[in-house]
């Protein structure tokens, strides 16, 4: 069964900390892995990866996926307090249409 | 239009009624996917549509529910006999390229919040 498991769940930092976020999976067939970040209610889209060691990166913002260990980090430098969301990672397998399997997320809560 | 559209924003109904979801994606998406999230987890996939047809409706929980795309636009998700259990944020989300077309991303709506009493 495909799945992605996130950690830590919750996260409490002050502003200017650097925060690391984890996303392993299992997925049949992977084709890309994305990170949204959600702070009211639409997710909004952040990266997606699909081959191994290459980061993206945007701003403050870096992702970084290992296709051998089934997993990808999202790191946050300088945080801000609005940077203060839920950051979902999810997976796409072959052949599913799009259809992502997603985590629970990791809920950031970055303070002044 | 310019991004996904949902209405309600919020809804409030009483168990045993019936309610319908709708989803105006981006203008030209041809992929629409309806998406459950309770509180303090992920989406959960429901179902996806390429064109006017389901793809994929391996994610309905049961057969109270029920989506449409008649004319490859506008979604309903429709439920029926709600019960307390259903309360959630329906999400919806679209995309410009579907089965087999390369890796996908898709934007979603501010999705419906749906509360069974």
């Known amino acids: 069964e495909d799945k992605v498991v996130q950690s830590p769940l919750s996260l409490v930092v002050h502003e200017g900390d650097t925060v690391t976020l984890n996303c392993s999976y299992e997925?049949?067939?992977?084709?890309?892995l994305l990170w949204y970040k959600q702070e009211k209610k639409a997710p909004t889209f952040l990266f997606m990866l699909?081959?191994?060691?290459i980061e993206k990166k945007s701003g403050r913002l870096s992702s970084i996926l290992d296709k051998k260990e089934l997993f990808s980090i999202l790191n946050i430098t300088a945080t801000q307090t609005g940077d203060s969301a839920v950051y979902l990672c999810a997976v796409e397998g072959d052949n599913q249409g799009g259809k992502l399997i997603f985590g629970q997320g990791t809920e950031l809560s970055v303070k002044p | 239009g310019a991004g996904v559209s949902q209405t309600p924003s919020n809804k409030v109904t009483e168990k045993g009624k019936y309610v319908e979801l709708r989803c105006d994606p981006i203008s030209g998406h041809t992929a629409l996917y309806w998406y459950r999230q309770s509180l303090g987890q992920g989406p959960e996939f429901l179902i996806y549509f390429q064109g006017t047809g389901a793809a994929d409706d391996s994610g309905l929980p049961n057969d109270r529910f029920f989506a449409v795309r008649p004319e490859g636009s506008v979604s309903t998700l429709k439920i029926q006999r709600t019960e307390r259990g259903d309360s959630a944020v329906y999400l919806c989300a679209s995309s410009d390229v579907g089965q087999g077309a390369g890796a996908n991303v898709l934007t979603f709506g501010a999705g419906s919040r749906l509360t069974v009493l």
């Open positions: 699909t081959s191994s060691g």
């Open positions: 997925v049949t067939n992977f084709r890309s």
